[in-house]
């Protein structure tokens, strides 16, 4: 465990920790889905879906199958297609990390 412990405290200053690291990242990514789904990611508008406090898993998907086409969206399309899979997966620590769906915060 102490070894395991020793590992993590060397290695994160030089590779990052996931959680650590997105914040920035993920919100830098997030700017252009503020238009229309707000700041945080609460939509201030019925029309656009609130992606604040939803899970982590369902946002990365939902972002991989705009991507893909399986799931279908003029709007979303274009914006997930030049997203890397650790783009998706920044932008989803970011809006799920926000206070909005969950009632984790």
Request: aromatic share 8%; charged share 20%; proline share 9%.
């Amino acid at each position: 465990m102490k070894k395991l412990i020793l590992t993590a405290i060397v290695l994160v200053p030089f590779f990052g920790a996931p959680a650590l690291a997105s914040g920035g990242a993920g919100q830098k990514l997030a700017q252009p889905c503020a238009a229309c789904h707000g700041p945080d990611g609460n939509s201030p508008s019925a029309e656009f879906p609130r992606l604040a406090g939803q899970h982590y898993d369902y946002l990365v998907r939902a972002l991989k199958d705009y991507k893909s086409g399986a799931r279908k969206n003029p709007i979303m399309a274009p914006q997930a297609a030049n997203l890397t899979p650790r783009d998706m997966e920044e932008l989803a620590e970011y809006f799920s990390n926000q206070k909005g769906l969950s009632t984790k915060h």
